[in-house]
């Protein structure tokens, strides 16, 4: 039995980070009692209307005091620098390229590599 003695906000992020793992269609069927395509952690972790409510009305930036910004990341910027700077001081990997021809807007072109397409990491 799954017991989670944590807050709402620590709850969503865990949710969040295990549908990253479990892939499903449509935000609904993780909330499934279907025993084929059940998957119970999310139901014992916060109810499916629960979750939508928290959802909805989670923001991370003040839109009056951000300008415009080219930076498609800019509403969740500050989220992203956090978990940045945390995870850096936990690992420090090498610089490596993940083979990639899909048509993301990160992906790198290097002439001079065996994998000239790809994302580097």
């Not at 499934?32 to 999310?42: A, E, G, Y």
């Not at 490596?96 to 048509?103: N, T, W």
């Amino acid at each position: 039995m799954v017991r989670c003695h944590c807050s709402g906000n620590e709850k969503l992020f865990s949710i969040i980070i295990v549908m990253a793992q479990v892939r499903k269609d449509k935000l609904n069927d993780y909330w499934f009692t279907d025993p084929i395509l059940d998957t119970p952690i999310f139901r014992k972790l916060m109810s499916h209307n629960r979750f939508e409510q928290i959802w909805w009305c989670v923001h991370f930036n003040n839109n009056k005091l951000l300008q415009q910004s080219t930076n498609r990341l800019f509403k969740i910027q500050l989220l992203l620098d956090f978990f940045l700077e945390r995870f850096q001081t936990i690992y420090k990997p090498n610089q490596a390229m993940i083979p990639c021809r899909s048509r993301l807007r990160i992906r790198t072109y290097n002439l001079g590599k065996l994998i000239k397409y790809g994302l580097v990491v």
